[in-house]
């Protein structure tokens, strides 16, 4: 039983190993093409604003905002120190270690209708910023695309659960009438 597990841990270690350069190969091609460094990541969700607004601001709930303004439908954070996370993630890619990191995260909120329904998109963009070492300064790097789409995932399920809660409120006071 252990070398079965053994040979499947070593598999997945192989496995494992040959994603994160054909991550890394990747990056090296989008940056020999001119890849643009500012993306940024969008959502329709067909929900109204009040429900979308409060949603981004509890999956933000860990950052502190720098920026809120609803009538605007923007926020954005202030910059918050990654060094350490982003030195574990790029340690198994071969990349050099960076003396400082940091990152901050833009997010748009815009009123819409998709098939006559209300609708609201959500649009978050990330800029990380790295330093090498001291004589270089501050410079922006591409994004892994983690962060944002795991935002947007967390979005979405904070939209489900509230609509699911309203829709049984709503449920309890027909039944209460009756």
């Known amino acids: 039983m252990r070398e079965i597990m053994g040979k ?3 598999r997945l270690l192989v496995f494992s190993v040959g994603l994160i350069g054909l991550s890394s190969c990747t990056g090296a091609y989008r940056e020999s ?3 643009d460094v500012d993306q940024s990541f969008s959502r329709v969700f067909l929900t109204d604003f009040n429900t979308a607004w409060q949603a ?3 999956a933000l709930k860990s950052s ?3 920026v809120s303004n609803r009538e605007a439908g923007f926020i ?3 910059w918050t120190d990654n060094t350490s996370d982003k030195n574990f993630t790029d340690s198994f890619g071969g990349s050099d270690a960076y ?4 990152l901050r995260l833009k997010v748009n909120i815009a009123k819409g209708f998709f098939n006559g329904l209300p609708s609201i998109k959500v649009t978050i963009k990330k800029e990380q910023l790295v330093q090498r070492d001291v004589l270089e300064g501050w410079v922006p790097i591409q994004t892994d695309d983690i962060d944002e789409n795991t935002l947007l995932y967390r979005i979405g399920r904070l939209i489900y659960i509230r609509m699911k809660i ?3 409120e ?3 006071a027909k039944e209460a009438v009756e």
Request: aromatic share 4%; no cysteine.
């Open 56 to 58: 981004v601001l509890d």
């Open 99 to 102: 003396l400082k990191a940091q």
């Open 33 to 35: 093409v001119g890849y």
């Open 8 to 10: 499947s841990l070593s």
């Open 64 to 66: 502190s905002l720098d």
């Open 170 to 172: 709503d449920q309890k």
């Open 166 to 168: 309203a829709a049984l």
């Open 76 to 78: 954005q954070t202030k």
